[in-house]
């Protein structure tokens, strides 16, 4: 996908969604963890690495 979500913040610059400075093109948006109780425990099951990553190495690993 290459249209922008609207009212979605993205701050990860190497996921492959990420769009100018702050825009996710993703088509839908999954964040779990369903036991999170602080922010510090979400993710975003979304989240793909960008083979063109701005930052490598970046130290993910799948």
Same mark, same amino acid.
């Not at 190497?14 to 100018?20: D, E, F, S, T």
């Given at each position: 996908?290459?249209?922008?979500?609207?009212?979605?913040?993205?701050?990860?610059?190497?996921?492959?969604?990420?769009?100018?400075?702050?825009?996710?093109?993703?088509?839908?948006?999954?964040?779990?963890?369903? $036991?999170?109780?602080? $922010?510090?425990? /979400?993710?975003?099951? /979304?989240?793909?690495?960008?083979?063109?990553?701005?930052?490598?190495?970046?130290?993910?690993?799948?």
């Amino acid at each position: 996908m290459d249209r922008e979500i609207g009212a979605i913040t993205c701050f990860a610059k190497n996921c492959v969604y990420h769009k100018g400075q702050t825009a996710c093109t993703a088509g839908t948006i999954e964040v779990g963890n369903s $036991s999170a109780c602080k $922010s510090g425990e /979400t993710q975003c099951s /979304t989240f793909k690495l960008n083979d063109c990553a701005v930052d490598k190495p970046c130290g993910c690993g799948d």
